[in-house]
């Protein structure tokens, strides 16, 4: 493909993109795009498919096209770990790189699911996760493993760990009982009554399983186990209303907050990066919301 004649299709020119496999449900480019106007920026966000095993070709044609940064999504943030010239130490610590930033021709690695965990957080429910007692749903794949070394970063004051694979959510408790800033680590089963024991016992619980897309993917969790002083953070979002995880924790008065938040919040650390100045965070989700 001739890259410079793609990209100079764009006006603005396209200086900065999402990848992906696939990539066209990607809000990304709804949100930047308006980020990049409201702040003079003469560059335009896209989106590009980009096949498993070819992200460091993407990474150097994307640097000879003059693009500024890429952010990166399923299923490229842990070969992306390996494309770059410089990795940040946190995405290093978190397992995986989502924003990509290029400086002078090399390539600077960067995680903003964690601490765009973090804001989202307090934003949502005026609290710090350092504060909480947190409870993982999926804590074996990327997005749950990242949520769990973060907190552990911060020191929350306990993380219980839950994954269909056990073996997984075991290795995440070792990492974390290596940072050791939390007094109290386990791993649980994800089944019912074990999970419906640890929800007594939790503050925050959040769900990084890829399921809640459809109305009909199985429960997470028993609904009666949610009681109004949860904090319910879905990793997942939908175009089309609530995930069955929130529709059940607003039943029961809990607070709720969806993965939405979480794409804004890393979308705007993704673009301090680029840019090394705040972003524009209210156009940014206005942008998400005519998405
Ligand atoms: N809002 C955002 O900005 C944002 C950012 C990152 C991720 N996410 C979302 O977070 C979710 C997870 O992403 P990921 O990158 O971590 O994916 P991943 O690495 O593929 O992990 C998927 C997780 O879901 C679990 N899982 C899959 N099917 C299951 C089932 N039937 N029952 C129980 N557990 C099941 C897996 O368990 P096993 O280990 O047993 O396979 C694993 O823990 C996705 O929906 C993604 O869209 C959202």
Request: proline content about 5%; overall charge neutral; charged content about 20%.
């Amino acid at each position: 493909m001739n890259w410079n004649a793609v990209a100079g299709r764009f006006a603005p020119p396209a200086r900065l993109a999402v990848i992906g496999d696939p990539i066209a449900h990607s809000r990304s480019p709804q949100m930047h795009n308006p980020a990049l106007r409201a702040c003079g920026i003469d560059a335009q966000y896209v989106r590009v498919q980009v096949p498993q095993g070819r992200v460091a070709e993407a990474f150097r044609q994307f640097a000879r096209c003059g693009f500024l940064g890429v952010n990166i999504t399923i299923p490229h943030k842990f070969e992306a770990l390996d494309a770059v010239d410089v990795l940040d130490p946190l995405a290093r610590q978190l397992g995986a790189v989502n924003t990509l930033a290029i400086r002078d021709g090399r390539l600077h690695g960067y995680n903003s699911d964690g601490p765009g965990f973090l804001r989202s957080v307090k934003e949502a429910f005026g609290v710090e996760v350092k504060d909480l007692r947190v409870l993982i749903l999926g804590a074996g794949g990327g997005a749950g493993r990242a949520v769990a070394v973060q907190s552990a970063l911060v020191g929350c004051r306990s993380i219980t760990l839950a994954n269909r694979t056990l073996d997984k959510a075991l290795a995440v408790m070792r990492e974390i009982r290596e940072i050791g800033n939390v007094p109290l680590v386990g791993v649980v089963e994800m089944d019912d009554a074990h999970l419906a024991y640890q929800m007594s016992g939790c503050d925050l619980v959040v769900n990084a399983t890829s399921l809640g897309m459809k109305s009909a993917d199985t429960k997470l969790l028993p609904a009666d186990s949610i009681e109004a002083r949860h904090l319910v953070f879905d990793m997942v979002y939908r175009a089309d209303g609530e995930t069955p995880l929130l529709a059940d924790a607003r039943l029961a008065g809990a607070k709720t907050v969806d993965g939405l938040t979480l794409l804004l919040h890393q979308g705007a650390i993704s673009f301090e990066h680029w840019f090394d100045r705040p972003a524009p965070l209210e156009v940014m989700r206005e942008g998400l919301r005519n998405a």
